[in-house]
């Protein structure tokens, strides 16, 4: 199944954990979302990101979403990040195997994350 829902960033609390005298900060963040759609939640994340300015940035996150995707509640964990330069973004999303609970027991899929939006491609069962 494949879904759309859009999110909200509701809190973000971002610190640097290594700032060398030459290159970019290293930083930490603890974030919540509130999601609206197909996905009816909240998502608590850790991420850790790296920012060039306007030349590159970096981020890998895991995620805990609480709530119900087409009406089915649990909650699972994403992973996902991403890396972008000049030459374009990559990016990776996943639903951890094993971390689905309640009615999403068995939960497994990928996730595209963009500002303000998340695509899912889930399996259940």
Do not use: N
């Not at 030459?22 to 509130?34: F, R």
């Not at 709530?67 to 964990?77: A, E, M, P």
């Not at 990040?81 to 609970?101: H, I, K, L, S």
């Amino acid at each position: 199944m494949k879904l759309t829902a859009k999110f909200e960033i509701t809190g973000w609390d971002q610190t640097a954990y290594d700032e060398p005298a030459e290159g970019p900060a290293l930083t930490q963040a603890t974030l919540s979302k509130a999601y609206t759609g197909a996905l009816e939640g909240i998502g608590e994340v850790r991420m850790l990101a790296c920012q060039t300015g306007e030349t590159g940035a970096g981020y890998m996150a895991q995620e805990r979403v609480t709530g119900s995707l087409d009406g089915t509640t649990g909650t699972f964990v994403l992973q996902h990040g991403a890396c972008g330069g000049p030459d374009g973004t990559e990016q990776y999303g996943f639903v951890v195997p094993g971390t689905a609970t309640g009615e999403l027991a068995g939960l497994t899929g990928t996730c595209r994350v963009r500002h303000g939006e998340i695509s899912l491609d889930y399996r259940l069962g």
